[in-house]
């Protein structure tokens, strides 16, 4: 038995469909193009656009064009957990958004990191979790070590 996966997507800024994947009869006709079964409905479904990052994906269903954000149960976890905050101003700060125990620290002081690049693993409540850099700068200190235990709000690094 197949375990199931819950979801949630929004479709041009607009419309949000949450719940259980559904059983899906899919087929690939060509690269890109797909004919997909659901229950007694059919749909036929080109992808224009994928970016895996940021889960979002420009799609033609039937014909009709949308615009797909996609959410799976750790994305919602990380949102109900308040912790997904997006800030347009510069990071100065990386603190740890949860009391746990440093795994790994990715980075070293002075080295140059992207938006999106593994920083520190962090574990807490058995999970391992990945804090990634918020933008593009530099890693000016290290004030944690391996091994570490951490407060909530525990300054890990600072960037410049």
Do not use: W
Not at 115 to 131: H, Q, R, T, W, Y
């Amino acid at each position: 038995m197949t375990q199931q996966r819950s979801f949630k997507a929004t479709a041009n800024a607009e419309y949000t469909f949450e719940g259980v994947l559904p059983d899906l009869d899919l087929v690939m006709v060509k690269d890109g193009h797909y004919h997909i079964l659901s229950g007694h409905q059919s749909f036929r479904v080109e992808v224009i656009e994928m970016d895996f990052d940021t889960k979002t994906f420009t799609i033609k269903v039937n014909g009709g064009a949308y615009k797909v954000q996609l959410e799976d149960e750790y994305d919602q976890l990380v949102q109900r957990l308040g912790l997904a905050a997006v800030s347009k101003e510069a990071v100065k700060e990386i603190r740890a958004p949860m009391p746990g125990m440093v795994l790994s620290i990715a980075v070293e002081a002075g080295q140059e990191v992207k938006k999106g690049d593994s920083l520190v693993i962090l574990e807490a409540m058995k999970m391992e979790n990945v804090l990634k850099c918020p933008g593009d700068g530099r890693i000016k200190s290290i004030n944690v070590r391996q091994g570490e235990a951490v407060e909530k709000n525990y300054l890990l690094l600072e960037m410049e």
